[in-house]
């Protein structure tokens, strides 16, 4: 038997679909229909899950909430959101809270049983599942420019008024912060901050790097601190160059 992949449907006849097609993979297959039978199942040792295949429009707690619950334990299971939204703001949301994949509804069996397989190859070559090890002293607190923010508590001030950072946000952020005058490729934050393979086209980082510049830059059009590479990446100025 393959490996084990949880799905998370609430439409019954959906759900039973794709279990019967997963199964005829010859993958092991638990089919939920709720997010809190889910974590349940996610946080006990003896599941052992692969990956998951997460339903977004969940009864009493949503695909988002799921998603964020897992990653906010440490765990980098690899995670297909579904959904029948298919506006930008709603694929930008599920990479926030750390979907690896984004399919809207109705999608092709050819292409989920594909993207299914392509998240289980890469996830087999990064066999830690678990909470990762820090390596390096990581970093709590930090100012720049006229932005201060402290990575612990997830408080941000610009110019002295608090201002809201989703986790992906920050994390994005600490990852540049850690990393400073460094050209850091899209490929590396695909894999250091989402937990993606580089090989994977997406375009979530260019949509945060668009969203940490409108909150960190004066002028978010003509970056002086999280500069763009052309061909290679993003550079992390800490001191804006003087005029």
Request: hydrophobic fraction near 40%; glycine fraction near 6%.
């Amino acid at each position: 038997m393959g490996a084990h992949i949880l799905v998370v449907e609430d439409e019954k006849h959906l759900g039973v679909g794709i279990k019967f097609n997963l199964e005829a993979e010859n993958y092991r297959v638990t089919l939920v229909e709720d997010g809190p039978t889910a974590l349940r199942l996610v946080e006990s040792a003896n599941a052992s899950i692969d990956l998951i295949v997460l339903d977004l429009m969940l009864p009493g707690m949503s695909g988002y909430s799921v998603c964020e619950t897992i990653r906010q334990s440490g765990l980098t299971i690899p995670v297909l959101m579904l959904s029948a939204r298919t506006l930008a703001e709603d694929r930008t949301r599920g990479f926030d809270v750390g979907a690896n994949q984004y399919m809207s509804k109705p999608f092709e069996l050819d292409e989920l049983l594909s993207r299914i397989k392509n998240l289980l190859q890469i996830s087999a070559q990064e066999p830690n599942k678990g909470p990762p090890k820090k390596t390096e002293p990581s970093v709590t607190q930090f100012q720049f420019g006229e932005v201060a923010v402290d990575f612990e508590t997830h408080e941000a001030t610009v110019a002295d008024k608090p201002v809201r950072m989703t986790p992906k946000e920050l994390k994005l952020l600490k990852y540049f912060v850690e990393h400073p005058n460094r050209v850091i490729s899209r490929n590396e934050l695909l894999k250091e901050v989402w937990g993606m393979s580089g090989n994977l086209q997406t375009r979530a980082v260019d949509q945060f790097i668009a969203r940490l510049r409108k909150i960190i830059e004066v002028e978010p059009s003509a970056p002086v601190h999280l500069l763009t590479i052309r061909d290679a990446g993003y550079r992390f100025i800490v001191e804006a160059p003087s005029e």
